[in-house]
């Protein structure tokens, strides 16, 4: 039996050329090469098929039984690789039947997946997409193989390695909401005011520790957080209805004010931006689907970073 895992794929131009010539000679002058060299092709193929494939006779090279059986599969074979490479294959975003796998954060599937789900039944209702959750751990055997298309997020805290490919969305930065008609808290807080208060914490993990902790920490104060919740979907509510201070990204907290009363107040301590972005494995790079799924997350990412944000 013939393994392919060994088999020379090279050889096999030159067999469709030796069952078309069935003359060493004349297949090495067509492949521009020497006779010998042919020679030395026609044995490997002996070797590899365990077949004489080409014997003599009084007409000439004649192909044994198994080379007549291989010709017109080997020849569609080369025929389709021909085409493939001669024309690249067409995504046609309308009738294609695709599904993608994409990595996100709840805070990324929150303000992309509306548009995007908008785009796709639109443009290319055939499409199907799955969303999973970011890990803990970077997914690189996952991108690589292509079970997952890309990854989006916040580059700090996936930190992607420089082999693969990182396109930046859009920026953000921290704000806190608290409801309308909070008793204390009625314009921009003071630092004072903002750790007197209690606090939500959005924590996947149901780690008490965010960024403003950290940086807390760095200061030498800290905050009382009441209440950690694993998502965002709940967070607007109970803010609305409780006097607790929920800080997060400003975005997110512009989308909460139109679910909830809330009022966004700038966070009283000092935080960089947010950079978000896509991530893909550049061995998808040129495939037509995936290059139009990444322009489409792109064109969102343009229309939210060129969104006005209120400080």
Known sequence: MVNLRTFDL????AFDILMRERNVTRAAEF???TQSAMSHTLHRLRQQLNDPVLV???TGMQPTALALALIDPVRRLLHEMERVLENPQIFDPATSQRRFTIAATDYMEFLILPELSKLIEQL??????HIKRTENTFPFTQLESGNLDVILGFSSALNPPAYLNCEHLFFDHMACVVKQEHPRITAAPSLETYLAETHMLISRTGEKLG??????R????GRRISMIVPHFLSAPLIVSQTNMILSLPHRLAIAFQRLAPLAILPVPVSLPKYDLVMIWHPLWE?????NWLREQ???IGKKIGASEMRF
């Open 218 to 221: 760095e200061l030498g104060f």
């Open 286 to 290: 040129n495939d037509p689907a995936h």
């Open 211 to 216: 960024v403003i902790d950290e940086k807390l």
């Open 297 to 299: 997350i792109i064109s």
């Open 10 to 13: 090279n050889s096999l131009l």
């Open 56 to 58: 003599k006779s009084p």
């Open 31 to 33: 492949m521009f090469i």
């Open 124 to 129: 290319a209702p055939g499409l199907d997409i």
